[in-house]
């Protein structure tokens, strides 16, 4: 039995009843796959169960402001995905008349799908020959097959794109594609594999030499960056001051506090008494409480936050570009990063 064959046999017997499985529908085959990027399976599913009741297809996704899709994508990170979602239904609409395409050269033609993505989305929806390859399918290619190319470097990725293309079952490319990526999830994972049951043991080059916790290789290249941000809390206890974000940092149009990025970390007074601070929210302000910095980590950075709140002491605390007053009751329904909805939730008990 050869190397699909064996996949696929495996996942037939072992798979998970995932709900975007068994259907053909471009849209919701779409919809999981953007969500599932770099999400893990258990956090996803109550994300893609909220998108379809909401939207049950393009055409009222496409129709959505950009801030309801940001306040349901909430806790995901990597919002772009979620920004981009939004451009994509609308370009479906746009330019399709509302059908989500199902092949290939048209589906990387839409905004945020890439090579993987049009590849699932059109061998799940219409069985196109196209070899999807994520993170589960290098780990699995590279121990069967001894490749011990760096799986981000270009000529890995090109490499692994052949071999991947070579074993596809083109008769089945659908099935051939969800055996080995479930493979790769459940069975050939990143740590203790369980080898002793695996079906593709004898043939696997990882395993007769002794490579399984060393492959697949990876060149180390991601800088991270450390990032202070302190938050100023101004509240009368029945509305907040709030700012919206621009396009070009990170969380894009999302809602957080005022804030006042530093090169390091200061003290709560420290901050106070600095020339930026007074010249943001004027002289007349006092501090009246502050929080613990806390740790959020993002792919290429760690931003370390700290929250101050703040009250004038006299006459009304300037604005800046971009602050908005807004009643503490609208807060559940404002798309603000994790780290600020998780303070706001547990200062108002929202």
């Known amino acids: 039995m050869d190397f699909s064959a064996e996949l696929v046999q495996w996942y037939q017997k072992n798979k998970r009843a995932l709900p975007w499985r068994d259907t053909a529908n471009a849209y919701v085959i779409w919809l999981s796959e953007i969500i599932l990027q770099q999400t893990r399976v258990e956090q996803g599913m109550p994300y893609f169960y909220r998108f379809l009741e909401k939207y049950p297809d393009v055409i009222s996704f496409a129709a959505a402001h950009e801030d309801e899709i940001l306040k349901l994508w909430q806790g995901l990170g990597y919002y772009s995905r979620g920004r981009n979602m939004l451009k994509t239904a609308r370009q479906v609409v746009g330019q399709y008349g509302g059908e989500f395409p199902v092949a290939y050269t048209e589906l990387i033609k839409l905004k945020g ?85 695996c079906p593709l043991r004898n043939g696997c080059y990882a395993l007769q030499h002794n490579k399984v916790s060393i492959l697949p290789q990876k060149l180390k290249t991601v800088k991270i960056r450390e990032r202070f941000f302190n938050y100023f809390l101004i509240t009368d206890g029945d509305t907040l001051l709030m700012n919206k974000r621009g396009e070009e940092d990170i969380w894009a149009n999302m809602y957080d506090l005022p804030l006042i990025e530093t090169a390091g970390y200061l003290t709560p007074q420290e901050i106070m008494n600095m020339p930026a601070t007074a010249a943001a929210f004027g002289k007349n302000i006092v501090m009246v409480g502050a929080s613990r910095p806390k740790k959020h980590i993002l792919t290429h950075q760690h931003i370390h936050a700290q929250f101050i709140q703040i009250e004038p002491a006299g006459g009304e605390i300037k604005y800046q570009s971009g602050w908005l007053r807004t009643g503490i009751k609208n807060l559940k329904n404002m798309a603000m990063p994790k780290i600020i909805f998780l303070f706001l939730n547990n200062f108002f008990n929202l």
């Open 113 to 197: 799908i890439g090579g993987y993505t049009a590849a699932a989305i059109s061998s799940f929806s219409s069985d196109e020959p196209r070899a999807v390859v994520d993170g589960n399918v290098y780990r699995v290619l590279a121990r069967y097959f001894g490749i011990e190319e760096p799986i981000n470097s270009n000529k890995g990725k090109k490499l692994f794109q052949q071999v991947a293309d070579e074993v596809l079952d083109k008769d089945h490319a659908g099935l051939h594609n969800q055996a080995v990526m479930e493979f790769g999830a459940m069975l050939c994972k990143p740590k203790n594999p369980d080898c002793a049951v």
